[in-house]
């Protein structure tokens, strides 16, 4: 069906926006009812995530932090933008170029959802269905913006910038066959409009109306899938989990964990302000009532364990603070919760770990893998597997309904949210997602603080001044913080009392009397093994970053 160009490339574009926001908007109720992941958009995102370069993944996460997600999606839906523009304009010239142009959108999508972990032939049909509702939406745009016959209006009716429908009586009409386009008379459509030269010709109307219809199309199809895929059954089901006591509970935390202070980080990190670090770009929703835990590899006796049976487990209570391997020096990355779960080591037991093994390849619902040191598990600390998170069950961004938790490793080897599968096995047969992508192997936790108050760049007033922050050393503990002025001398922090070395510590410093002018503040750690944090620079990659926090305040 050619059409001879007759579209103006504004219309072309807005017929091919229009397209791709109705197969975009069909797909969505699709993947409502078939699954989220299959969702087209998140599944290429998704995709992209696996697929980008960890330097390029890293680069996000500092410089968009925890919108890196959002940027992502902007992007893919930009790019998906311009693709569209580009059906339209080229489905003006001929609907078979536009057809062929969004078949291969649509393989894209298929290639990008069937390669999901856990991805099976249904998912397909959201981008089949998006792709076909695509496909009859610009046929119809294409047909309502140029059906009206060119010709069929007189001269005079034919302006460039005012068309009057009303005037048009189909008697009036003459048509004579041009060849251009398929006008047929049983079409009475409005006068058409001819843009500069007579080459361009769209029926305003028709498009408006067709515009209308596809964005309507899109919108109630987009709504309704937005409400079917949050449609959680996953959240009832979080709400209505009721948590067993802990048969080891944890001390209540002392009162001078937290110093109270306003603007320094509080010793425990409400859930909702929880850092969240992952590569789903729409987390997992794992129904309780489904979820097991498989234990296999080198073990006596493989387990699968249900939530059921993992709750009738003795549980831990534990503060634990974590924190990310990316988390730039005085970044925000880390957070501390109370956590309540089964001990890992114990389930291992119950298994059987055969000697050799040295190495826990875990792997979460959406495929994320991970790879812990087993020796580290075994030791007698609190590594969990967690069901809760500051009495509560875990909000599903943070794992819903098990992760793992294991205090002295960066996130990245240790602390699998929607964990389903732990293989015990070696390093040097298996590789988890951030190891095959240059991070290290083993990764445990850097010792380092960091300054939240005065905040970099901040005007103080001159005088008393607090200085004050968080440090962290888990599992061996903070033993000092020291502050410099100015590339002084160190002066030592007064330390809030934390209630294992699991944790982060608060301290302070509230004798700086500041004098007018600018001012650098330095602050270091020393662990309980006697080990000061280094002032080296390191980046994050490949094993965490070093350095001092420095801020700068101008006092004035
Ligand atoms: N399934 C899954 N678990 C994961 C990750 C992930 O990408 N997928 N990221 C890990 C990393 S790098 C970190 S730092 C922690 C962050 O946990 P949080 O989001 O609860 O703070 O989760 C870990 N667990
Ligand atoms: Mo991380």
Redesign the pocket.
Known sequence: MRSDNRLPGWAAALIGLVTGAVAVGVSLPAAGLVKASAFPVVAVGDAAVDLAPAGLKDFAIRTFGENDKPVLLAGILAVMAALAVAVGVFAARDLRYGLAGLAAFGAVGVAAVLTRPGAGPADVIPTVAGVAAGAIALRALLRRASAARPDDARPEEIRSDDARPEKTRPGDAHPKETGLGDARPEETGPPVMRAGRDRYAVNRRGLLTGVLGGAAVAGVSGLAGRALTSRSEVSAARAGLVLPRPAAPAEPIPAGADLRIRGLTPFVTPGRD???????IVVPQVDPRDWTLRIGGMVDRPVELTLADLLKRPLVEADVT?????NPVGGP?A?NARWLGARLADVLRDAGVRSGADMLLST?A?G?T?GTPLDVVLDGREALLAVAMNGEALPV???FPVRQVVPGL???VS????VTEIKVTRFDRDTAYWTTRGWAEKGPVKTQSRIDLPRDGARVPPGRTVIAGVAWAQHRGVDAVEVRIDGGSWRRARLAEAPTADTWRQWVVDDWDAVRGRHTIEVRATDATGHTQTAQRAPVMPDGATGLHTVTVTVA
């Open positions: 929880f850092y969240r670090v992952d590569t789903a974590l924190c990310c391997v990316s990355y957070g979460s959406d994320w991970c961004d943070h794992g960066y996130g990245y602390a699998t949210k929607w």
